[in-house]
């Protein structure tokens, strides 16, 4: 599943490619959307602005409607010039946004919806922007109360939990354990309050590095190893633990430990030195 910064860096780019635009043509597969378009078309209205909530990509059309897609495991949206080849067949094409400049195609988007304004504002999966760690209106008071409502769960897990913090996936989630020193199998109950509020600040500061400018496609966390020019072969090369199984601490040496956790069954890293449990055990497996 793409992480909140890549949401975040399409929606950059869809907003560059459509805002402001005249809408020329509009596709869709997903009968739902096409009678949308049949009742209210998309071609005359403008994009007024593209932005990513969480995991969800809104982008918001003059006449008042707002098309969320939500792009899971398989989806991803690309912006082409007209005439320019596809990187993926038709086939996978759900949803196109045409003007006179761009054709942004979403492929194989598994979640598309059309949202009018007062609708959005009640669509509870897309979270407020008080609770998305890219959003200026990021609330680290309303998340830490979310956060703690989840006292018996494993910390690692609740990061996940798009409806308490949106924006930290897979990847994130145990880099941000790592940077702040908590196993990512603590229950929420044991941390206390100045730890619960490390990690808040720490997935903002990891989320928010990774969608500068100049941030590339790669997750980066760990910077010690970075090269600017050349593409790293490894995928764990720019991260402090994620993908390292057995490989050494970045500041220990000891090696990394890696284990399936929560009920999506999602992988997990962690330095057991780095990252005790207080008790002094670690986890089995
Ligand atoms: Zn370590």
Same mark, same amino acid.
């Given at each position: 599943?793409?992480?909140?910064?890549?949401?975040?860096?399409?929606?950059?780019?869809?907003?560059?490619?459509?805002?402001?635009?005249?809408?020329?043509?509009?596709?869709?597969?997903?009968?739902?959307?096409?009678?949308? %378009?049949?009742?209210?078309?998309?071609?005359?209205?403008? =994009?007024? /602005?593209?932005?990513?909530?969480?995991?969800?990509?809104?982008? #918001?059309?003059?006449?008042?409607?707002?098309?969320?897609? @939500?792009? $899971?495991?398989?989806?991803?949206? @690309?912006?082409?010039?007209?005439?320019?080849?596809?990187?993926?067949?038709?086939?996978?094409?759900?949803?196109?946004?045409?003007?006179?400049?761009?054709?942004?195609?979403?492929?194989?988007?598994?979640?598309?919806?059309?949202?009018?304004?007062?609708?959005?504002?009640?669509? $509870?999966?897309?979270?407020?922007? /008080?609770?998305?760690?890219?959003?200026?209106?990021?609330? !680290?008071?309303?998340?830490?109360?979310?956060?703690?409502? @989840?006292?018996?769960?494993?910390?690692?897990? =609740?990061?996940? #939990?798009?409806?308490?913090?949106?924006?930290?996936?897979? &990847?994130?989630?145990?880099?941000? +354990?790592?940077?702040?020193?908590? @196993?990512?199998?603590?229950?929420?109950?044991?941390?206390?309050?100045?730890? =619960?509020?490390? $990690?808040?600040?720490?997935?903002?500061?990891?989320?928010?590095?990774?969608?500068?400018?100049?941030?590339?496609?790669?997750?980066?966390?760990?910077?010690?190893?970075?090269?600017?020019?050349? #593409?790293?072969?490894?995928? *764990?090369?720019?991260?402090?633990?994620?993908?390292?199984?057995?490989?050494? +601490?970045?500041?220990?040496?000891?090696?990394?430990?890696?284990?399936?956790?929560?009920?999506? !069954?999602? &992988?997990?890293?962690?330095?057991?030195? +780095?990252?005790?449990?207080? %008790?002094?055990?670690?986890?089995? *497996?």
């Amino acid at each position: 599943m793409p992480e909140g910064d890549t949401i975040f860096r399409t929606a950059r780019a869809l907003g560059r490619a459509l805002a402001g635009k005249p809408v020329t043509g509009f596709r869709s597969t997903y009968p739902l959307l096409t009678r949308f %378009d049949d009742d209210t078309p998309f071609a005359g209205q403008t =994009v007024d /602005a593209v932005e990513s909530r969480g995991k969800w990509l809104l982008i #918001h059309f003059s006449g008042g409607g707002t098309l969320a897609t @939500h792009m $899971l495991m398989s989806g991803s949206w @690309h912006i082409y010039r007209p005439g320019e080849r596809w990187q993926q067949p038709r086939v996978n094409m759900r949803i196109v946004v045409e003007n006179s400049d761009y054709i942004a195609v979403g492929f194989r988007v598994p979640v598309a919806k059309m949202f009018k304004p007062q609708e959005l504002a009640r669509a $509870l999966k897309i979270p407020p922007s /008080a609770i998305d760690v890219l959003s200026e209106d990021f609330n !680290a008071a309303e998340v830490e109360r979310q956060l703690l409502a @989840h006292g018996s769960e494993e910390i690692a897990d =609740v990061l996940l #939990h798009q409806e308490v913090m949106a924006g930290v996936g897979n &990847v994130f989630k145990s880099e941000v +354990c790592f940077v702040t020193g908590i @196993h990512p199998f603590r229950k929420v109950a044991t941390l206390g309050l100045n730890q =619960v509020r490390a $990690l808040i600040a720490a997935s903002q500061k990891l989320v928010a590095a990774n969608v500068l400018e100049d941030s590339g496609d790669t997750i980066v966390t760990y910077g010690g190893r970075k090269r600017r020019t050349t #593409h790293e072969s490894d995928p *764990g090369a720019s991260l402090w633990v994620y993908g390292r199984n057995g490989e050494p +601490c970045r500041r220990c040496g000891d090696p990394i430990r890696r284990r399936i956790q929560g009920p999506g !069954a999602r &992988v997990t890293f962690w330095c057991p030195r +780095c990252q005790p449990m207080p %008790d002094g055990t670690d986890v089995d *497996g």
